[in-house]
């Protein structure tokens, strides 16, 4: 399983030349399956160059999305694969009271937000909702179930062979819970992240921070440490980066979490651009 991040900032993109190194665009993670099976978790405005650099093929795309928050899906409407006729896009997103899938995003891809109406796409694209469950697509299993996020929010877990990656970039573990005490059938994401070989992680605040935004959706620095240790992942990836925090301070954001991991896993910062391989093959 390969992995590639295109867009790893949250809220909103941040373009400036002292978040290059970290990249300012929202989430987006390509993953290649062993058999070159394509999943692109989220939409955000990471996935505009992910869609220019791929090459024209005639196996379908998976597009995942954990929520409809538009950092998550503000790139769609700059997706060259939506627009040629010849693509065949599966679109995947949590089902919710308010509608369908296509009408919840119709909402963005329309007039007077769009140039085009959603329903006018080239590419041949489905829309379908999920919720907690399991599938598979080419050799993966793929497991979906909601997490600590405002709105109905995914967090997914897929597994290729030896291979498991964990991605939950809006995330709350530590609302009403104990992250070191609670029970871990009632702890938000847990059965997705355990063991997990990568785990994609929000980490939007310092601690300090996140006492000023308890029950926005996001964690601070010391809940995204506690919940893969007590999750057992054997490396941590720190994602949906503050756009107000640029690379030096996210420099010492990591070097904070790796001290404070203490060897116990593995933790990086996801870089725009960035690829890694997971699994033997």
Partial sequence: MRIRYWGARGSIPAPAPEMTRYGGNTACVEVTLSDGTSLILDGGTGIRELGRARKNGSEPLHVLLTHLHLDHIQGLMFFAPLFDPDCDVRVRGPVALE???????????????????????????????????????????????????????????????????????????????????????????????????????????????????????????????????????RRLALF???????????????????????????????REGQTLELGSS
């Fill in 240 to 270: 949906h980066h503050d756009p107000l925090r640029d690379d030096d301070a996210l420099d010492r954001h990591l070097d904070e979490a790796r001290a404070r991991a203490g060897g116990a896993f593995c933790v990086d910062a996801a």
């Fill in 99 to 233: 509608g369908p899938l296509l009408n919840r995003l119709a909402r963005y891809i329309s007039a007077p937000l769009a140039p085009v109406e959603i329903r006018e796409l080239p590419a041949r694209v489905s829309f379908d909702e999920i919720g907690t469950g399991a599938w598979t697509i080419g050799p993966a299993r793929i497991e979906a179930a909601f997490v600590n996020h405002r709105g109905p929010t995914l967090g997914f877990r897929i597994t290729d062979g030896d291979a498991t990656l964990a991605y939950i970039p809006d995330h709350e573990p530590a609302l009403g819970q104990s992250l070191t005490s609670g029970r871990p059938e009632w702890i938000s994401g847990f059965a997705l992240a355990r063991d997990a070989d990568l785990l994609i992680h929000d980490c939007q605040y310092t601690d300090d921070e996140y006492g000023s935004h308890l029950g926005w959706g996001h964690c601070g620095l010391g809940d995204a440490l506690a919940f893969p240790r007590r999750a057992e992942v």
